[in-house]
């Protein structure tokens, strides 16, 4: 037998893992700030109501983890946390709206393993049902500017409205049943220079004129230039969007948020504003986060039978994780102290008690190894003091307190010393 | 379609979710104050591995969901978070012991669905690798004692070793290959009566004076008896082990730990002192949490190569939660601050931000409806006080901070605010 972890998927441990799991705390203390609750929901999901909304040719379902039970039930793996969330609405037809919650868990996709994509992956997830208004939006953003200030990446925002993006492909002259291919090769634009992108369109069979107008507008450099444009070619109702767009704009004046025309994300989901977070450093190229407006998608999943307009976010753990990993001051160290008793366990084990007692994480020898072995230890587990403890210690009260990066050491008494670490 | 979860599984949402999470988070801070880092392993495994060291027969094989990926690998859902972590040691030879990790995670059983057994469910388990003196066990009762007290469940653990279990069957004259079955019958006594109990063992074939002296030998009422009449029947290394165990009792002689030498639990796979926890007040029959010491479960799994001798310990998150739910003052709320804005919402966001800047949870309104639908929903979301922001508020800077639960108004500035919502 291969001692090995299934294909795609991972083992966290160490300092990796405190990292993952320092970050995932203080995103859900974000969401909490701001009044998400939490929800969770089942790995396992019936494979009927999770691939209801899609045709049997849908590409998701190549990559759906299929199982059964013993009752020859058809379940599944779920591969996102929107699809068991919308479930979680339709069960739940009493909850008060606008509610609000988050969600962080594992999801699964039976797709091919390289950098950077794995089959087993974390999301997290915020999302709201409940309101239309751009107030939800501007909420969404206040949380995807604060989660990353405190992370401490410098980030810069790129949004978009899809009712933008689809009026001017009208304006075009691009059939509507050409959009999905014409959306996804726009999709490219951040990966494949202007030409590429112009050579690709027109290979395609798009007019040439047509693309070269399309290229010009998507390249505007000022937002004036943008609104000037859009408001001659949107509809009215299309306008009012717009207007609700600029005072979104208007909201975060101060911060990195870019009007992207080019901006597409989910063009099939996303019925309003998207947006997408970037990297300032350009030290990653994909975005660390995004989200965007999906109105319909619940509803429909529902049978339509009531409205339940979303707005949402998602944080890309794994990308953040990249970048967490070079700020090497964002590095908390849990293990504080670590006790190495002279054959007197029990009693250094009270000590021991007294320092936890008081909230410091404190690790104790117990294998009555030798101290140069236990020194070797508390180093390699990065502990930032060290107490050897012997019976002249006891008698005396007197402690030498060792800080394992200078190689000090303070003699002290116990209320010392957990003075000093606390 | 049936809108449903699949059969044995749960969504976790409210108030309810909240209170999961902070036990868990409890329970992590608990783990981390000793030193146990935190481990993340999938939830799905290879088939091979994870069945390896059981034979085609074997129970818990039934009980496995089984998947395949598009390579037709044969894999499986994790049933337990023991045998990923022996695979982890497994695979990751070069790690400092002893190594300590907690972890906790998801676990799939697809077996009979019935009141508090779920096909999905949370283990919540914390090990150590790489010692075999018993101030590990010391250190793991330390632990749940610690984390009882800190839930605030009043509990009593009893305690055994299975060498002195087996020493006392085999006093019994019962042969070994009947030993297993003997000890699933002992398991019972907590739930049949002693009649029950004799006659159950003597219809199994086993003499009735034996019987008799067994049940006897374990209804000694005091450590006394039982140290005095163990001591005769063990060997010498067996008495050694005893000597141990007495240490480990009078360690914890002001806590509610009892010797119970019928307590067998998971007989196979222990192979030293056993514990399990229970609620001292009997509102929850079966056992809190448990564990013991397993030195060869790993070294077998890993071929025998080399020795991996562990003790560890596991919370039963679902009987403790139905404690907590009974417990009422453990309800944290963790809504503070609703404010209703009247046609104002980019300037209430703002001071929506200004109580989130000092980690003040703070809702707001995103959908525009009227005061009193607002107020409906501040009461329904627990949250501690509402704030109305109209346009006499923001520009005399004053405003009315109503706590929901006496009805009271306090008119303050954002800054007094801020300084009781703290």
């Given at each position: 037998m291969e001692l090995n972890n299934a294909k795609g998927t991972t083992d966290f441990s160490g300092a990796t893992m405190a990292k993952r799991?320092?970050?995932?705390n203080m995103l859900e203390s974000v969401f909490k700030l701001y009044s998400y609750e939490e929800l969770d929901t089942p790995i396992i999901e019936r494979y009927d109501v999770l691939t209801y909304?899609?045709?049997?040719?849908?590409?998701?379902?190549?990559?759906?983890?299929?199982?059964?039970?013993?009752g020859d039930r058809d379940l599944c793996l779920r591969y996102d946390l929107t699809v068991p969330f919308s479930r979680f609405i339709g069960m739940n037809t009493t909850l008060k709206m606008p509610y609000k919650r988050f969600a962080v868990g594992k999801v699964y996709r039976d797709g091919p393993v390289k950098l950077g994509r794995t089959r087993e992956f974390i999301q997290c997830d915020f999302d709201m049902v409940g309101s239309k208004k751009i107030d939800c939006?501007?909420?969404?953003?206040?949380?995807?500017?604060?989660?990353?200030?405190?992370?401490?990446?410098?980030?810069?925002?790129?949004?978009?409205?899809?009712?933008?993006l689809k009026a001017l492909i009208r304006y075009c002259g691009i059939p509507d049943q050409d959009i999905p291919k014409f959306v996804s090769i726009i999709d490219k634009v951040k990966k494949i220079s202007k030409k590429q992108f112009e050579t690709e369109l027109v290979e395609q069979g798009f007019d040439k004129n047509k693309v070269d107008e399309l290229i010009q507008k998507l390249n505007f450099k000022t937002n004036k230039e943008k609104f000037g444009f859009l408001t001659k070619i949107l509809?009215?109702?299309?306008?009012?969007?717009?207007?609700?767009?600029?005072?979104?704009?208007?909201?975060?004046?101060?911060?990195?948020?870019?009007?992207?025309?080019?901006?597409?994300?989910g063009f099939n989901y996303y019925t309003g504003p998207v947006f997408e977070v970037y990297d300032n450093s350009k030290t990653i190229s994909s975005s660390l986060a995004g989200g965007g407006r999906f109105d319909e998608m619940i509803g429909n999943y529902l049978d339509g039978k009531r409205e339940f307009p979303a707005v949402g976010g998602s944080f890309g753990l794994e990308p953040i994780m990249v970048l967490i990993?070079?700020?090497?001051?964002?590095?908390?160290?849990?293990?504080?102290?670590?006790?190495?008793?002279?054959?007197?366990?029990?009693?250094s084990l009270e000590i021991a008690e007294q320092f936890r007692d008081s909230g410091i994480n404190t690790g104790i020898d117990l294998t009555g190894r030798n101290v140069g072995k236990n020194m070797d230890y508390a180093n390699s587990k990065k502990y930032e003091y060290v107490i050897v403890i012997g019976e002249n210690e006891l008698s005396s009260n007197k402690f030498k307190l060792k800080n394992m990066e200078t190689g000090e050491e303070r003699e002290v008494s116990i209320k010392q010393a957990i003075k000093i670490l606390k």
């Open positions: 799991k320092q970050l995932i909304k899609y045709g049997d040719d849908a590409p998701i379902l190549n990559e759906i983890f299929k199982l059964k039970d013993q939006e501007i909420e969404v953003l206040s949380i995807l500017f604060r989660a990353f200030d405190k992370i401490g990446i410098d980030i810069n925002i790129e949004i978009n409205n899809v009712i933008f509809t009215d109702d299309e306008n009012i969007k717009l207007n609700e767009f600029k005072l979104l704009l208007d909201a975060f004046g101060d911060k990195n948020l870019v009007f992207n025309l080019g901006l597409a994300r990993e070079k700020l090497d001051d964002q590095i908390v160290n849990e293990n504080k102290l670590f006790i190495i008793p002279i054959n007197n366990y029990i009693k």
